[in-house]
Nanobody
């Protein structure tokens, strides 16, 4: 399986930026497609963005044009650049491997108005 370690969360004001990282360790087969999800208090976990090893990406409508997903050359670390953050982006952000359904522990993002 795969261990996922997220980092980069924090507290920012609306309009600010953060860059999340997700480092994957383990079975590379599982790392073909890696995604970001988020869960706000009292809400269900929701899809944010995904990238596969071919570089194909997809985004939730709510983050299109503001968030950018990318990966390192080794395809073992995935990044989420978040710009123009809004209070509604406040959530715990999780990394996930789609093939093996591994989840990280999450990193908290808090955006104040």
């Amino acid at each position: 399986q795969v261990q996922l370690v997220e980092s980069g969360g924090g507290s920012v004001q609306a309009g600010g930026s953060l860059r999340l990282s997700c480092a994957a360790f383990g079975y590379t087969y599982c790392m073909y497609e890696m995604s970001w999800y988020r869960q706000a208090p009292g809400k269900e976990r929701e899809f944010v963005s995904t990238i596969d090893s071919d570089g194909n990406t997809n985004y939730a409508d709510s983050v299109k044009g503001r968030f950018t997903i990318s990966q390192d050359n080794a395809k073992t670390t995935v990044y989420l650049q978040m710009n123009n953050l809004k209070p509604e982006d406040t959530a715990m952000y999780y990394c996930k491997t789609q093939r093996c359904r591994n989840w990280g522990q999450g990193t908290q993002v808090t955006v104040s108005s």
